[in-house]
């Protein structure tokens, strides 16, 4: 049984930085792409940031290009998202998902993820 669990979030102001975590259990993460998507009120869910496996390619969003990075921990399960400079338009909820990333050019599209965490929730404001 796939088990994805977000941890980090949570109340930060304008300017400042968290760092996301996706702890995997039940898959051999190192065979697969790590998303990072996120859903805002109102809003359709969007790829933040992934990062595949057998070449460590990964994919930023425009809107967050320049402000955070990703990474992962093969050896622990975990895949990392480094937030900074985080704006409030940043502000929601974080989630975590694993794909098999067999297509670059897909590499942060929703479908291409099969299993998904429970969410995380980013709240910037002042």
């Known amino acids: 049984q796939v088990q994805l669990v977000e941890s980090g979030g949570g109340l930060v102001q304008p300017g400042g930085s968290l760092r996301l975590s996706c702890a995997a259990s039940?898959?051999?993460?190192?065979?697969?792409?790590i998303g990072w998507f996120r859903q805002a009120p109102g809003k359709e869910r969007e790829g933040v940031s992934c990062?595949?496996?057998?070449?460590?390619?990964?994919y930023f969003a425009d809107s967050v290009k320049g402000r955070f990075t990703i990474s992962r921990d093969n050896a622990k399960s975990t895949v990392f998202l480094q937030m900074n400079n985080l704006i409030p338009e940043d502000t929601a909820v974080y989630y975590c998902?694993?794909?098999?990333?067999?297509?670059?050019?897909?590499?942060?599209?929703?479908?291409?993820?099969?299993?998904w965490g429970q969410g995380t929730q980013v709240t910037v404001s002042s």
């Open positions: 998902a694993v794909g098999s990333g067999l297509l670059l050019f897909r590499l942060c599209e929703i479908d291409e993820y099969e299993y």
């Open positions: 039940g898959v051999t993460f190192d065979h697969y792409a």
């Open positions: 990062i595949r496996s057998t070449d460590n390619s990964t």
